[in-house]
């Protein structure tokens, strides 16, 4: 058994809404956290998120200049500044299926619906935490696994074939947030 030490771990949190920054500061706060950075659009998040080098990024959606999804698809790409391997947790008011599908395909690691709760948030940075997925890199995509399902039995068109499809070990949190019970 093992504790997540949440003191140890940097946060970046993007979101126009004042009020929904402040909220997301005050639960991790509470969970533990020290290290939280707070962004109100994209392009002062992808700043950010170069210089603090963030563990985890909680991003809204819907935001100016450019959104969360595209913030997503701006950290993900390799040769970028900072860590391309992040775990990114999407927040939004719009949970529907095509929009989930599209967040993941833009390698975003968890997604999670407004209004949030303390609970669901935790569940969240717990699973990005303790159970990271292999991050995925072929000519289209670069991001964490969008199957949650490892095993290789899939059949039908979303078979991956025997493309050149790579599979990479991401940095894991869980060793740096471990902490002794």
Known sequence: MYRIDFNKLRFLICDDNPHMRRILRTLLHSFGAREVYEAEDGATALEMYTHYVPDIVITDWSMPIFDGLELAQMIRQPESKGNPYAPIIMLTGHSEKRRVTVARDAGVTEFLAKPISAK??????????????????????????????????????????????????????????????
């Open 120 to 181: 669901g948030l935790y569940q969240r940075i717990m699973n990005v935490v303790a159970n990271p997925r292999p991050f995925i890199k072929t000519k289209t995509y670069f991001g964490p696994d969008r199957r949650r399902n490892t095993t290789n039995t899939h059949i039908g068109p979303e078979r991956r074939g025997s493309g050149e499809v790579e599979v990479l070990q991401q940095p894991s949190l869980l060793e740096k947030a471990r902490s002794a019970i």
